[in-house]
């Protein structure tokens, strides 16, 4: 009922940038979108999130170098890169949460997609 699909990812030199993409299908309403992010090793970290309205929030790491944006109408998130560093490399993860009716909710995930900044 609620699939996700990333694209974007690839391997890209320092100082690169990447554009990442956020495909939803639902038949529920999506609340907000949010880009996660997992290296080797670590836990899973939220990179930014963006809701319905507009409203972003970013890690404090990638703040001034990536971009969440959203289209409502296609129900699709962006994770614009910029100024990628060694330490971004990791596998980046869609997630799409929201209300089914009261005291129903769902949070759904990506497979997610490989970023390696390296040279």
């Known amino acids: 009922q609620v699939q996700l699909v990333e694209s974007g990812g690839g391997l890209v030199q320092p100082g690169g940038s990447l554009r990442l993409s956020c495909a939803a299908s639902?038949?529920?309403?999506?609340?907000?979108m949010g880009w996660y992010r997992q290296a080797p090793g670590k836990e899973r970290e939220l990179v930014a999130s963006?809701?319905?309205?507009?409203?972003?929030n970013y890690q404090e790491s990638v703040k001034g170098r990536f971009t969440i944006s959203r289209d409502n109408a296609k129900n699709t998130a962006y994770l614009q890169m910029n100024t990628l560093k060694p330490e971004d490399t990791a596998v980046y993860y869609c997630?799409?949460?929201?209300?089914?009716?009261?005291?129903?909710?769902?949070?759904?995930w990506g497979k997610g997609t490989q970023v390696t900044v390296s040279s």
């Open positions: 639902s038949i529920f309403s999506i609340n907000a």
């Open positions: 963006i809701t319905s309205g507009g409203s972003t």
């Open positions: 997630n799409a949460n929201g209300s089914i009716r009261l005291g129903a909710s769902f949070s759904s």
